[in-house]
């Protein structure tokens, strides 16, 4: 599906992109997705506002019709710095459901299709940058080196409630190993020992060439991105710090909603099983046995969900939770189970 296309399908109400003077040619365009972050996306796009480079960049910022004031910043913004900020301002009636729940994947979508540069950069509204030479470090790994396509850092996390920063928190085993086949970087995704924040990426946009399912299926957008691009190209770690990520109490993976919690801890699963099957991998037995209980986990919830995937391997007691949860009979023994 190219971008026209999408649009055909999804969008439901024009964008309104702001005026703007921005370069014509820039070679760096940074995604912003935002919504309901006014008390964060100051900082998130004065930080990428400091950035010193010695080519143009462009930044593209998606306001998906907030109610706290974001909105209001980001024209703020945008009618401060017109040579820098492309606005997009959306609305509601485009958001695309995905696990039963209206999120910002057509704003996201939106941004990186709009991007006029050679790379893409993103910074999420509630998270920031801490290196004003961030994007010139990381352009100058990849114009050095054409086998790469994808660079990115180490970072610190900011637990935003109890204000605990956590520095140089991407410490994946095999991170720093940035010569790995293809074969291992793809498993390295799959098993969480070669972790990518979505803050610190830089990426070349011609891996962008279309909007692929896996794109629209799962509750995260990141992930599938990075195992899509594993197939076509190396990737870069610089073990220095770029970002600051924003750990929020109540966010999608950490919601206080137990049925919302576990369907997006089981999306996480399901979508590494769709890729280790869309390129002919084998399964391993942990994720067989992360995808048994995430999944009888979450029927508890919905007795009626129908999986993408059956129960691998079922013992007796698998077989007699899914069971329970389906009947909705003895659920306070499968809790106990």
Same mark, same amino acid.
């Given at each position: ?84 900020? !492309? ?158 990520? !924003? ?29 280790? !099957? ?60």
């Amino acid at each position: 599906m190219n971008f026209e296309e999408f649009l055909d399908q999804y969008q439901k109400v024009p964008v309104v992109e702001y005026q703007n003077h921005v370069p014509e040619n820039p070679l760096v365009s940074v995604c912003v997705q935002t919504y309901q972050h006014a008390p964060y996306i100051r900082e998130c796009l004065d930080s990428i506002l400091m950035q010193k480079t010695d080519f143009p960049f462009e930044i593209l910022l998606g306001e998906d019709a907030s109610t706290d004031g974001t909105r209001e910043i980001c024209i703020e913004y945008a009618e401060k710095f017109p040579d820098k900020i !492309r606005l997009f301002l959306h609305r509601r009636e485009n958001n695309i459901e995905i696990l039963g729940t209206p999120t910002g994947r057509f704003n996201f979508l939106y941004n990186l299709f709009s991007a006029k540069s050679n790379y893409i950069a993103i910074c999420e509204g509630d998270d920031y940058w801490i290196d004003p030479l961030k994007l010139q470090k990381q352009i100058d790994v990849l114009e050095k080196n054409v086998e790469y396509g994808l660079v990115h850092t180490n970072c610190h996390y900011l637990h935003d409630k109890k204000k605990i920063v956590i520095k140089n928190n991407n410490t994946a085993k095999l991170n720093n190993k940035n010569n790995l086949s293809e074969s291992e970087l793809f498993y390295g995704l799959i098993t969480s020992n070669y972790k990518i924040i979505t803050a610190t990426v830089v990426f070349k946009k011609e891996l962008l060439d279309s909007i692929f399912p896996a794109a629209l299926k799962f509750g995260m957008l990141d992930t599938p991105l990075w195992l899509y691009f594993s197939k076509k190209t190396k990737f870069y770690f610089l073990d220095t710090p770029s970002s600051m990520y !924003r750990v929020l109490e109540n966010s999608a993976s950490r919601s206080k909603n137990l049925a919302r919690y576990y369907r997006f801890r089981l999306s996480m699963v399901e979508m590494r099983l769709y890729f280790i !099957r869309k390129y002919n991998y084998i399964v391993s037995p942990e994720l067989k046995n992360k995808y048994n209980s995430t999944y009888l986990n979450y029927i508890m919830f919905d007795r009626k969900f129908k999986p993408y995937y059956p129960l691998f391997n079922p013992t007796k007691l698998d077989t007699f939770r899914e069971f329970c949860s389906r009947k909705l009979l003895l659920n306070w023994i499968v809790i106990l189970l």
